[in-house]
């Protein structure tokens, strides 16, 4: 069936660190934008950022411009977050989620939790 | 970028009870809004997207209505299943905005 994996969070350092991956299968990936959305805890969702099929274009939120990166490889169905220098404030569960409009399908989360 | 707000906050409803949830935008959008549930440690669910079209594999007793600035979901019968946080999202421009949630209780 279809589905999105994501892999292990972690406790990271203000300014530090770290990248998320989100394995897709059951659909053609390369078909779809695909995009990373996060939630504070007992906040609402954000959207982080989004890319296009081929990665021509990206589009990301002012509070992470800068310091994430999206990234994709059709070749191994896979999404990515590039998360620098990161804040106490980006603490959140991060999710990857097909598409751009709408997200009608997503993975179980991610959590970071940046902290010192 | 554009705000949505979505009332009420909160709302306490009985099974088998009517319930709607309004999302408002600060400017029109057209029938660009979605409508997600979410359960405690879930990921939202897409239920409702272009203001009305029901996702598929979603129960019919969720509706969703509007354009412009104002949109609504409906549940025509609250089935116990049905207690969640819903959210409203627009998708006319980046960034992609959500509400900041209803949060639907058993009374």
């Known amino acids: 069936q279809m589905q999105l994996v994501q892999s292990e969070g972690g406790l990271v350092r203000p300014g530090g660190s770290l990248r998320l991956s989100c394995a897709a299968s059951?659909?053609?990936?390369?078909?779809?934008?695909m995009t990373w959305i996060r939630q504070a805890p007992g906040k609402g969702p954000e959207w982080v950022s989004s890319i296009s099929t081929t990665s021509t274009y990206t589009n990301y939120a002012d509070s992470v411009k800068g310091r994430f990166t999206i990234s994709r490889d059709n070749a191994k169905n896979s999404l990515y977050l590039q998360l620098n220098s990161l804040r106490v404030e980006d603490t959140a569960v991060y999710y990857c989620?097909?598409?751009?409009?709408?997200?009608?399908?997503w993975g179980r989360g991610t959590t970071v939790i940046v902290s010192s | 970028a554009i705000q949505l707000t979505q009332s009420p906050s909160s709302l306490s409803a009985s099974v088998g009870d009517r319930v709607s949830i309004t999302c408002r935008a600060s400017?029109?959008?057209?029938?660009?809004l979605a409508w997600y549930q979410q359960k405690p440690g879930r990921a939202p669910k897409l239920l409702i997207y272009?203001?009305?079209s029901l996702e598929s594999g979603v129960p019919s007793r969720f509706s969703g209505s509007g354009s412009g600035t104002a949109f609504t979901l409906t549940i025509s019968s609250l089935q116990p299943e049905d207690f969640a946080t819903y959210y409203c999202?627009?998708?006319?421009?980046?960034?992609?905005?959500f509400g900041q949630g209803t949060r639907l209780e058993i009374k």
């Open positions: 999202q627009e998708f006319t421009d980046y960034p992609r905005i």
């Open positions: 059951g659909f053609t990936f390369s078909d779809y934008y």
């Open positions: 989620a097909r598409g751009d409009w709408v997200f009608g399908l």
């Open positions: 272009e203001a009305s």
């Open positions: 400017q029109g959008i057209s029938r660009a």
